[in-house]
């Protein structure tokens, strides 16, 4: 057993900033799905209403607690509020009334994670409206052509905003009341993903080519009025600067070498999230780079941003060993267990890859063992309890 001489706080923010630690921290990417799964309810009692008075984030817990703990959350089920008037606030309006979810649509198989509807919400014509109006007040103008529902009021708006700034400051300190750390507040999108989720991915991708420069003017927009957003519902977590854990977690995942040529990479996906986060590591906040597909070619690029700035999240698809070899003395790794590991192998297999991750990936510093995306809700329990006690179990290097 490892001689644990850091908080799990000391030993996260050692990991970012490729300082030396006891061991390697352990912090999965979990959601309430597979907690409530472990305690045998299913996601389409939850989404059909038969789970009510079953607190998720308490399934968490008692979850941590049945494995005696972990390091810290990617993220909580809850994030703090946007600006009532944000354009942000508009787009995830779109988006999650964009979801299907199983017990509830009969497209999506049962007790599947919510299934995202792509379809095409935006035109062409609209660039041109967004570059002369900015994508303020063409999300508000737009918002129920979008989701087909009339927004709420700006009071509504704003009730709801602090009722779940509340919840995510409540599970929070749940979570450090039992020593654990919540490494971002707010969550969202690189410009590109998002764009490209309006537009859909085969018009998208055509738009490349066919009006490259609208495209481009169109996200430095997104970049510019959306940074500022970001960054306001992540100061709602109220925690200390600089370094301030939580940070902002950014999703991205259309702009890797699994969709897109290093060329157009360099146009339309990386100036942006450069400059985010850039801007965000100026204000004191650390950006989770959670990269779903293969970003193995776009490594190289990240040593453009500032050192210990970014935790570069990846999910079992980017070759994480030729990562770490890249970006061993410039930014911290986090991952990647693969779902297919946690709900299909053994522990044995489990223990044997964790290990091979911390004697390669986490050897001295810069790695967070972490799952590979969202912890899967059909996890075998003795699987993921392999994965915490190898981390608090396993360190040769120290």
């Given at each position: 057993?490892?001689?644990?001489?850091?908080?799990?706080?000391?030993?996260?923010?050692?990991?970012?900033?490729l300082e030396p630690y006891d061991r390697v921290p352990v912090a999965p990417l979990l959601s309430t799905s597979f907690p409530l799964a472990h305690k045998g309810i299913s996601l389409n009692d939850v989404y059909q209403g038969k789970a009510r008075g079953v607190d998720g984030f308490q399934a968490l817990l008692d979850m941590y607690d049945e494995v005696g703990g972990w390091d810290g959350l990617p993220q909580l089920a809850m994030t703090p509020a946007l600006p009532p008037e944000s354009p942000v606030y508009h787009f995830f309006r779109w988006y999650y009334s964009s979801l299907r979810y199983?017990?509830?649509?009969?497209?999506?198989?049962?007790?599947s994670s919510p299934q995202f509807t792509e379809k095409e919400v935006i035109t062409p014509a609209d660039y041109d409206e967004i570059i002369r109006v900015g994508w303020k007040k063409f999300m508000e103008d737009n918002d129920q052509r979008l989701t087909g529902k009339t927004p709420p009021p700006v009071d509504v708006r704003i009730s709801r905003g602090k009722a779940a700034t509340a919840e995510y400051i409540r599970q929070r300190a749940l979570l450090e009341k039992k020593g654990g750390v919540c490494l971002c507040g707010f969550s969202g999108?690189?410009?590109?993903?998002a764009l490209s989720l309006l537009r859909t991915l085969p018009q998208f991708s055509l738009d490349l080519y066919r009006r490259p420069e609208k495209v481009k003017a169109v996200l430095?927009?997104?970049t510019e009025e959306f940074a500022a957003d970001y960054l306001a519902a992540a100061r709602e977590a109220k925690e200390d600067h600089p370094y301030g854990i939580p940070g902002i977690l950014m999703s991205c995942e259309r702009g890797s070498g699994s969709y897109m040529s290093l060329k157009n990479f360099e146009q339309f996906v990386w100036p942006h999230i450069k400059k985010l986060v850039e801007t965000w590591h100026a204000a004191g906040y650390i950006t989770t780079l959670h990269f779903d597909t293969n970003w193995t070619l776009n490594m190289p690029y990240l040593l453009q941003l500032p050192k210990h700035s970014a935790i570069v999240e990846l999910d079992g698809?980017?070759?994480?060993?030729?990562?770490?070899?890249?970006l061993k003395d410039h930014l911290c790794i986090m991952g990647d267990v693969p779902a297919q590991l946690s709900a299909l192998g053994t522990p044995q297999e489990m223990e044997a890859y964790c290990k091979k991750l911390i004697d390669i990936v986490g050897k001295n510093t810069g790695f967070i063992l972490s799952t590979g995306c969202e912890q899967p809700p059909d996890t075998k329990f003795d699987n993921f309890k392999a994965m915490?006690?190898?981390?608090?179990?396993y360190y040769p290097h120290g």
């Open positions: 057993m490892i001689k644990e001489t850091m908080t799990p706080k000391q030993r996260i923010l050692a990991a970012i900033n199983s017990g509830l649509d009969k497209h999506v198989s049962d007790d999108m690189d410009p590109q993903m430095s927009l997104w698809t980017t070759d994480i060993f030729k990562a770490k070899e890249i915490i006690n190898t981390a608090k179990q």
